[in-house]
C-alpha cells in the first residue's frame, strides 16, 4: 500500500529520532507535540496565537464535535480548518477515549452512551467514527479502540485487545478519504506481551501511522515505560508513532527517548486555568503568596511574549482579581514553554545529548 503519510527520519539518537512527515496539506517536524483543541479551539487560545507559537499540528476531539455542533455542521461549513480558521495540520481522536469514559454499554459491534450535553443516546461504531472524521477533514483520524481503565483485570486487557483489533479491521475497511491519513491504536495496559501482541496485529492491518493508547491513565510510570518500549520494537521505524494523552515534561522527554514522533495532552492548558505554570524548574503556582511583589518573568529561560513583557507580580495579580487574560497569558507561556522543550529534545537527538536533558528534565520535575 502506498500510504496517505510519507516518514523520513533526519536523524537519531538511540531509539530516539527526529523526522519529517509528508501529508496532503504539507510537512511537519518531529518530535511534536499537538495542543488539544478539543471543541475546535485551544482553550483560551485563536488560531492566529497558534500560528505565532510556530504550532504544527492540532488535535480535536471527534466525541465533542459530533455532538456539539455537529459533523454535518462543520462539513457544511468548509470542514475542520476553515471552521476553525486553523490552516496548520490537524488530527482528530475517534472520540473513544471520551466515551469509554461515560461507562458506556458496549458491545462486539460498537459503543452506546449518552450525551455529556442533554442525556441524549447515541451508538459510536468503527464505521461511524470514521464517517464522523471524514465528514470534519482532519489531516489525520484515529480508528475507534477500546480503551479499559487501569489496572483492569487480565480478561478486560485481552477483551479489549480483541475488540481493538476487529474494530481496526472494519474501520480500515470503512476509510476512503483520499487526503486523509488513518492510524491504528495499539492498546493492551501494561502487560509486554499484550502490548506486543496488539502492535503487531495493528500493524498487519497497514494503517497510515500508529498510536499508542491506554497509557498514562494513572499506572506508575515504572510500569508505563515498559509497555510503552514494547509496542514500539513492534511499530515500523518508517511510520510515525503517536503516544496518546501524554505530554507531562518527563513523560515527553522518555516517550522521545524510547522512539515516540507524536504526543498530545490537555496538561499545559488545563494548569494554566487553574494557576500553575511550566518552568525549567519545575512547576510554579502562581496563586501562591510568595509571588505577589516577584518582578521575574514566569520563566527567566523563556523566550515567550508573555515571559518577555510581564512579570510573575502582575500575572499574579489577574489571576487573583479573576482578569480573563490571565488564563490566556498563562496558556500561551505553557503552550510555548511545551513546544520549546520538545525543539530542545530535536536539537538533542541531533547533538547525541538527549541524556543529558533527560538528565535536566527528571530533576526539576521528579
Not at 480478561?155 to 479489549?160: E, F, G
Not at 515527553?252 to 524548574?281: N, Y
Not at 503568596?289 to 520563566?299: E, F, I, M, Q, V
Amino acid at each position: 500500500m502506498t500510504h496517505r503519510l510519507g516518514f523520513e527520519v533526519t536523524a537519531r539518537t538511540g531509539a530516539a529520532r527526529t523526522g519529517i512527515v509528508t501529508s496532503a496539506r504539507g510537512t511537519y517536524r518531529t518530535p511534536v507535540f499537538m495542543p488539544v483543541g478539543t471543541r475546535a479551539s485551544v482553550k483560551a487560545l485563536e488560531a492566529a496565537d497558534l500560528d505565532a507559537l510556530g504550532a504544527e499540528v492540532v488535535l480535536a476531539n471527534t466525541y465533542h464535535l459530533m455532538l456539539r455542533p455537529g459533523a454535518d455542521l462543520i462539513d457544511e461549513l468548509g470542514g475542520l480548518h476553515r471552521f476553525s480558521g486553523w490552516n496548520g495540520h490537524m488530527l482528530t481522536d475517534s472520540g473513544g477515549y471520551q466515551v469509554f469514559s461515560l461507562s458506556p454499554k458496549v458491545d462486539d459491534d460498537g459503543a452506546a452512551f449518552r450525551s455529556t450535553y442533554d442525556g441524549s443516546m447515541h451508538r459510536l461504531t468503527p464505521e461511524r467514527a470514521v464517517e464522523v472524521q471524514e465528514l470534519l477533514g482532519a489531516d489525520i483520524s484515529m480508528v475507534l479502540d477500546v480503551c479499559p481503565a487501569l489496572p483492569s483485570t487480565p480478561d478486560l486487557l485481552r477483551s479489549a485487545v480483541e475488540r481493538t483489533a476487529a474494530w481496526a479491521q472494519r474501520a480500515r475497511r470503512a476509510h476512503g478519504r483520499p487526503d486523509q491519513s488513518l492510524f491504528g491504536i495499539v492498546q493492551g495496559g501494561v502487560d509486554e506481551a499484550l502490548r506486543r501482541e496488539s502492535a503487531e496485529r495493528t500493524v498487519a492491518l497497514d494503517f497510515d501511522g500508529y498510536g499508542i493508547g491506554g497509557l498514562s491513565v494513572g499506572e506508575p510510570r515504572h510500569e508505563m515505560l515498559p509497555a510503552l518500549a514494547a509496542a514500539i520494537e513492534v511499530l515500523p521505524d518508517d511510520q510515525p508513532r503517536y503516544l496518546m494523552g501524554v505530554g507531562d515534561p518527563i513523560g515527553l522527554v522518555e516517550g522521545i527517548a524510547l522512539g515516540v514522533d507524536m504526543f498530545d495532552c490537555v496538561l499545559p492548558t488545563r494548569i494554566a486555568r487553574h494557576g500553575s505554570v511550566l518552568t525549567d524548574a519545575g512547576r510554579v503556582q502562581l496563586r501562591n503568596a510568595a509571588y505577589a511583589r516577584d518582578p521575574g518573568p514566569l520563566d527567566p529561560s523563556c523566550p515567550c511574549r508573555v515571559c518577555g513583557r510581564y512579570s510573575r507580580g502582575y500575572l499574579r495579580h489577574l489571576l487573583q482579581v479573576g482578569e480573563p487574560s490571565a488564563l490566556r497569558l498563562l496558556t500561551l507561556h505553557n503552550v510555548a514553554w511545551t513546544f520549546a522543550l520538545v525543539a530542545r529534545a530535536r536539537a538533542a537527538i541531533e547533538a547525541g545529548s538527549l541524556d543529558d536533558l533527560r538528565r535536566e528534565v527528571a530533576s526539576a520535575w521528579r
